[in-house]
C-alpha cells in the first residue's frame, strides 16, 4: 500500500519544479543571446512564469536556495531517503526509534 506524501515531501516537489522552469529560463535566455535575439529578461519571465528578480540574479550566477541548503546538510539526498525509509519500516513492524538513538 502506498504511503501518503507528507507537506514537507509535497513541498520540496513543488520547489524542486520552480527550480527546474527556473533553470529552462536561464537556458533560454542565454540561447537568445546567443543568437542574437532581442529578449529581454522581463518577457524571458514573463514567457515562463518566473519572478524577473530571481531570473535576473540566477542569470547573474546567484545559486538556489536548494543548492546552498544542500551543501549544509549532513546526509546527501539518497542516504537521507535510506535513513527515512528504514525507520519506517523499522516503526512499521514495532520497533520505533527516537532521535535520541539516531
Not at 509535497?10 to 520547489?15: A, D, F, G, H, I
Not at 533560454?28 to 524571458?44: D, F, G, H, K, P
Not at 531570473?55 to 535510506?82: P, Y
Amino acid at each position: 500500500m502506498p504511503r501518503a506524501k507528507s507537506k514537507t515531501l509535497l513541498k520540496q516537489e513543488t520547489s524542486r519544479a520552480k527550480e527546474e522552469q527556473l533553470q529552462i529560463a536561464v537556458l533560454a535566455y542565454q540561447t537568445a543571446l546567443r543568437s542574437n535575439e532581442i529578449m529581454s529578461i522581463r518577457q524571458v519571465a514573463q514567457h515562463f512564469q518566473v519572478p524577473c528578480s530571481t531570473l535576473q540574479n540566477r542569470i547573474n550566477g546567484h545559486r538556489s536556495v536548494l543548492e546552498v541548503n544542500a551543501e549544509k546538510s549532513w546526509l546527501a539526498d539518497e542516504e537521507s531517503k535510506v535513513l527515512v525509509d528504514f525507520l519506517i519500516k523499522a516503526a512499521g513492524q514495532g520497533f520505533p526509534d527516537t532521535k535520541r538513538h539516531l
